[in-house]
């Protein structure tokens, strides 16, 4: 196997690049969202799908080859672009997904999403292809629980830990567990989910992800988003507020956790800067829109590339925004 260039991407000044990529909305586009397979051996009862119309999903041929998922990351770079996360599906269904991290130009950060049944024996292989750290789905420490939310077989939360310590040993990290929350299922479960992470002295962190309310029969699962701010921020010494999404991290009790919260939050899409790109080769401007995608799967040449690329900026548009609140008209 090809090994990729050890070299990290120097930080790039922003007028030291060639242009940077901003959206009509003037956010700035520094990272790529690359799915590399719709295939998936789980069926989440949450899961999204990233977002995709799903009526073009799971056929093998539409994925993309390494060479075009490079190809559109070297052109991504050129515009300052310096993070890729891959995801799926489950990005580990791809034999070549070595490949694809080992054909990469130097960036800051490469990372995955996995649900990481399948991680445990190639934690090593992908560090090695310069895969920097991995998110890990895992939303119950029960057997019974994790089974019903996922759909895996008996014996499949065992791999997913025995992948978490993989992953750690192999120095994907900080390893961060996805966790979403799912009332009167596995929110009873945050704080047993702490100690969990804690027993890894930070190298793992918890996200806990609010449910994305995109199917009426999901509803009776959305937890109390704010009520849950509340108490993860009076149990907290130190709350810290990241650049994307402006998502906020609580340290409790040496547990770092991280609250996705994207439903309705008009301050998580205004701080959106990642753009999207399918499995079968299209630029997604927004994970909840499929109506502007832009094609990039028969581009002949990195200039069309480009072309593309800044194409599927323009079309970038935040989904929640803020409400405004009608003035009221004077009486004359
Ligand atoms: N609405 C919305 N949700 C997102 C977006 N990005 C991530 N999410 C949610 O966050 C969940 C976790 O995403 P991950 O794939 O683990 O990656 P991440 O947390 O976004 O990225 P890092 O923190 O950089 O590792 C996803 O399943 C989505 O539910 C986004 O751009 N829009
Ligand atoms: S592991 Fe991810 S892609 Fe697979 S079914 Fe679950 S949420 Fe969907
Ligand atoms: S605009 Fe909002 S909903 Fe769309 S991808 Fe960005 S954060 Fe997600």
Do not use: W
């Not at 299922?185 to 804690?198: G, K, L, Q, T």
């Not at 323009?314 to 004359?332: A, F, G």
């Amino acid at each position: 196997m090809k090994q990729k260039n050890p070299e990290k991407a120097p930080e790039v000044a922003e007028e030291d690049s060639k242009k940077i990529l901003k959206d009509p909305y003037g956010r700035k586009v520094t990272g790529l969202r690359i799915s590399v397979t719709d295939r998936c051996n789980l069926s989440c009862i949450y899961c999204h799908n990233e977002g995709a119309d799903c009526s073009t999903c799971g056929p093998v041929g539409r994925e993309m080859k390494p060479e075009l998922i490079c190809g559109i990351v070297r052109e991504a770079v050129k515009f300052g672009i310096n993070k890729v996360k891959f995801s799926g599906g489950e990005p580990l269904f791809r034999k070549d997904f070595e490949e694809i991290l080992a054909c990469l130009p130097p960036l800051k950060e490469v990372s995955a999403t996995t649900n990481g049944i399948l991680l445990e024996k190639r934690a090593k292989a992908l560090k090695a292809a310069g895969l920097d750290r991995v998110n890990i789905s895992l939303d119950s420490l029960v057997p019974e629980k994790y089974e019903a939310i996922t759909g895996a077989p008996s014996g499949s939360l065992e791999k997913v830990i025995r992948g978490i310590d993989s992953a750690v040993e192999a120095g994907l990290t900080p390893v961060k567990l996805n966790m979403v929350l799912l009332k009167g299922v596995n929110d009873n479960e945050i704080d047993s989910m702490m100690d969990f992470i804690r027993q890894y002295k930070g190298k793992v962190i918890l996200q806990l992800i609010e449910l994305m309310d995109i199917d009426p029969r999901l509803s009776k699962y959305i937890i109390d988003s704010k009520d849950l701010e509340r108490s993860l921020a009076e149990k907290a010494s130190e709350i810290k507020v990241r650049n994307l999404h402006h998502r906020k991290k609580y340290i409790i009790d040496g547990a770092e956790v991280e609250f996705v919260r994207p439903m309705d939050n008009s301050e998580f899409c205004a701080h959106c800067s990642r753009l999207r790109v399918t499995a079968d080769g299209k630029f997604k401007p927004c994970l909840l829109v499929n109506d502007n995608l832009v094609d990039v799967s028969d581009a002949k040449s990195p200039e069309e590339i480009e072309k593309l690329l800044e194409l599927a900026v323009s079309r970038r548009k935040p989904y929640y925004v803020p409400v405004r609140v009608p003035e009221k008209k004077k009486k004359i």
